[in-house]
């Protein structure tokens, strides 16, 4: 039988919502080890928003500091690993990494985020995080009042236009083909000085990521200090689902209030849990993972 290495929980994940949770965790006294891949999904993001105490860090800053303090509690283990394999074990569950090392815990909590699925258009994946963004609470405040564009269309693109006008007047909606509005929608953006282009989109001129033009297929060239769009994501970590994990519509892992997913002892947090993508969401989520996992690992022992 292989060697395995004991702890009360294994996090996977060590981003916001993981290393809060381990926080949390540490200061229960909790014996907790925490497996990341360093691959978050904001990593290519110049700055930080809307999070008190952090507005306007650089992301990696406040990953490096909240792994510094986190470490500062002796119970918890930080290990750049990537966890490959999770099976139940009798009443906890065994995870095995890509360099061969096997933990064994009485829980798991996952918080391991979600893979952003590039359109092909090029230029779009270097500017995504730097001046194609997704979401205007993080990020529209920085290019307010300058032009921006939305790509969508149908009743998302409508949604996503008109919450957008609140940070700039100078607003395109690209439909990247003809456009699926309703007439009413089209009236309501006009009357609300969006304009609407419907030619596809060819590629995103840029420098070092920052957008200059949106270039249409009909070569219109269209000058953008920042284009919003919403694109598909996949899960970057299938063992939630091998365990068996019920996730939701939209494809996030299922939790409920307390972030327990389906299968007991299994815990979720963070980007891979919710539409609300924000470091601050990140890091409440994973402080609530952390304190029910120690409620229950209490429970269970008395």
């Known amino acids: 039988m292989e060697k395995q290495t004991q702890t009360e929980v294994i996090i996977?994940?060590?981003?916001?919502?993981?290393?809060?949770?381990?926080m949390a965790l540490g200061r229960a006294r909790r014996r907790v080890v925490v497996l990341d891949s360093g691959q978050p999904c904001n990593r290519q993001t110049p700055r930080a928003h809307n999070f008190i105490t952090q507005d306007g860090q650089p992301p990696q800053a406040i990953r490096d500091r909240a792994?510094?303090?986190?470490?500062?509690?002796?119970?918890?283990?930080?290990?750049?690993?990537?966890?490959v394999a999770a099976t139940r074990q009798g009443t906890g569950f065994v995870v095995s990494t890509a360099s061969g090392v096997v933990y064994a815990a009485a829980k798991i909590l996952f918080a391991t985020g979600v893979k952003d699925l590039m359109p092909a258009w090029p230029g779009f994946a270097e500017c995504w995080g730097i001046s194609v963004l997704h979401c205007p609470y993080c990020h529209g405040y920085e290019v307010g009042d300058?032009?921006?564009?939305?790509?969508?269309?149908g009743d998302?693109?409508?949604?996503?236009?008109?919450?957008?006008?609140?940070?700039?007047?100078?607003?395109t909606l690209f439909t990247n083909g003809p456009a699926t509005l309703s007439p009413d929608q089209a009236q309501r953006l006009e009357q609300a000085g969006i304009r609407i282009a419907e030619a596809a989109i060819d590629h995103f001129d840029h420098t070092a990521g920052h957008l200059r033009h949106v270039v249409l297929t009909d070569t219109t060239q269209v000058p953008l200090a920042a284009m919003f769009a919403r694109v598909p994501f996949e899960l970057p970590c299938l063992l939630p689902v091998g365990?068996?994990?019920?996730?939701?519509?939209?494809g996030h892992i299922q939790v409920d209030e307390m972030q327990r997913t389906?299968?007991?002892?299994?815990?979720?947090?963070?980007?891979?849990?919710t539409p609300m993508r924000s470091v601050a969401v990140a890091v409440a989520a994973g402080s609530k993972a952390?304190?029910?996992l120690n409620h229950e690992l209490v429970a269970e022992s008395l």
Do not use: K, M
């Open 12 to 22: 996977i994940g060590g981003s916001y919502a993981g290393l809060s949770a381990a």
């Open 67 to 83: 792994r510094q303090q986190v470490l500062a509690y002796p119970s918890v283990t930080v290990v750049t690993d990537e966890a």
């Open 146 to 153: 300058q032009p921006l564009g939305v790509v969508g269309n």
């Open 156 to 171: 998302l693109g409508f949604e996503f236009a008109r919450l957008l006008r609140q940070w700039s007047p100078r607003l």
């Open 243 to 250: 365990l068996g994990c019920v996730l939701s519509e939209t």
């Open 262 to 273: 389906s299968v007991p002892g299994v815990f979720a947090a963070g980007d891979a849990t």
């Open 290 to 292: 952390g304190s029910f």
